[in-house]
């Protein structure tokens, strides 16, 4: 392949991948509100306080292979998995009781509680809406 076509098909390639990637004010929005979830749930004087609770993104953000979701053509919502990690004694209390504990504190605010989707197996949803 003569060098000109190579570089053309690298522009090329380099425009899709840049397409497919999350905006950077994009990127900078979801972290923003995650760490904001983090700051609730860790406030001083509350139930979770106590337990250091840190919240940080797990999947294709923390990877940096977040790509910008299609549903039927259209540009889509993006899925933001997190986890929310607690200092606490493991014998002390099951992942249920850690669950609902979470729950509880985002249930807390008037903005979370609002947020909150139905009830997963595991985990909490919040939805955010543009």
Known sequence: MPPSNEVQLNALLQGIAK???????KYAQAVEQYKAVGDWLSAEGTALAGYSP?????????????????RDG???????????????????STPADIKQSVGARLCESEKYKRML???????WTLQYAE
């Open 117 to 123: 989707a139905e009830e997963g197996k595991r985990c």
């Open 54 to 70: 840190e919240v940080y993104p797990q999947g294709s953000l923390r990877l940096g292979t977040i790509v910008r979701p299609l």
């Open 74 to 92: 259209e540009e889509s919502d993006y899925d933001v998995d997190l986890v929310c990690q607690l200092d606490r004694v493991k014998d002390s």
């Open 19 to 25: 397409s497919l990637d999350i905006p950077p004010g």
